[in-house]
């Protein structure tokens, strides 16, 4: 009996027992974790522990903290270079070199965040962050040969030059000098720079040869002759064939050279062929223009002030530009053709004038003032069509319309008398001026019979030639035939149609 209590006693006490070290670990667990967690908690944001620059511990440290180190090292970099008997000391920006220590600090801090590699970082040996650098190899290139001293003979690139007298394309020879060879400096400088250390480079000068040789000008000036021996032509829809010569070709060339300095480049003006391609479309293209009838009142056609004219639109300007750009860049011959369509032209009809007293219509038309024509155009509210100025010879009459309707006249006026008539057809306002001197003496010298000068002639507004009308302040009546070929107005009516009128409106002259 007694063996058998004292065994089962023994069973629960190590029960007991273990039960003790369980709870003892559980709360060892928890103030591990949460030691660990709190451990973590202090490089929130900085640099883990082993984390180092330029061999320096940043653990602990921000972002901003390791950039402003870097920063600071990057600052007191000096780079003594040895040039023959000279020595000078540039900073690292001086040579081109940029140090980015905002994306240094980054990559100090770009490393895995889950608390066990917090934890593991303590013992997992250094993390070393080299700084970002970038170097600017042309930049160094030019300091050192910048080195040279001014007593040397520099070396002389080979060129390529346009004689426009000549129309030719001319390579002018390169000359050997007294120089460097970067390439040492500028690989010593892109292997160290990252360092942030002071360091010294030997930069010998010596005679060199041009970056750019006399042969490779040749080379280039055999490549543009073959370019402006192709034959580049534009044809339009009827046929025509517009030659493009090799002296417009070749002021749309330029030679120089590549952003490098070791090459030469033909760039083409692509403004420029496109301006010119643009022009020659222009020239070919032809505005619409509407004709003009006069209608009596049951809509009959009683007089053809002006023929209709369909227009022509080029369609394919760019793409003409484009394919001439594209071969002038390299040696193949171009035919481009200008494509067009039709553009209709429509009939405006108007009403004829009404037939009727010649004296009563005089009467009338010398009644008409400014005022009235206003009102007219109040009633016809909103006229629309084309711009236009109605000069009937016949009837000694100016009228204005927007498309068929009338907004002023019509007015009286006077136009060429016998000998000086005035020039009928389709026309144009192409030249204005508020007041203008006008005379005949390129015509007739000062004394003769026929000569005139008269100052300030106002509201003038030149449609064809020395043809305009124009203001006439000289004169106390209208409606007949009597100027050396303008037409003129009363002066109140000829600031109207010059306020109204104005450059590229249409005039139709007619009787």
Sequence with gaps: MTNVTDTATGRHGRRRVALVLLAILAVLAVILAGGALAYAKQFDGKALPGTTVLGQDVSGKSAEEIAALVAGKADDVTVTIDAGENSKDVSLADLGVSVDADATAASALDRDRALPDVVASTWSGEHAVTPVVDVDRKKAAEVAKGLVPADRTQPVDAKVEYDEDAGTWNAVPGTAGQGVDPTALVDTVTEKAASLESFTVEQPIEEIAPAITTDEAEKTVGEIASLLDQSMVIKDADGEVLEISKERRS???????DEAGSALEVS????????????????????????IEQVDESGKTVKVVAEKQDGVEITNTDAVADQLISSLQGTSPFEGTFETKSVAAEIQKVDAPAEEDEDKAKDDKD???????????????????????????????????????????????????????????????YLTYEKQD???????????????????VPWVQYFHGGYAFHG????????YSGSHGCINLPVSDAKWLYDWGGMGTRVEVHR
Excluded: C, Q
């Excluded at 002021?251 to 050279?257: E, K, M």
């Excluded at 006439?472 to 409606?479: I, L, V």
């Design 367 to 429: 009644k008409a003032t400014s005022e009235d024509s206003e009102e007219k155009e109040e009633e016809n509210a909103t006229p629309t069509g084309e711009k236009w100025i109605d000069v009937n010879l016949s009837d000694k009459t100016v009228t204005a319309y927007v498309g068929d309707t009338p907004v002023w006249g019509p007015r009286s006026m006077v136009d060429g008398k016998s000998g000086y008539e005035t020039v009928e057809g389709s026309f144009e306002v």
């Design 438 to 456: 006008m005379t005949n003496a390129s015509r007739y010298p000062v004394g003769h019979e026929k000569y005139y000068y008269t100052e300030d």
């Design 472 to 479: 006439a302040p000289w004169r106390s009546s209208f409606g």
């Design 268 to 291: 083409v003006d692509e403004d420029a062929v496109r301006d010119w391609v643009a022009e020659r479309a222009e020239k070919r293209t032809k505005e619409k223009k509407d004709g």
């Design 251 to 257: 002021s749309w060339l330029s030679v120089a050279a």
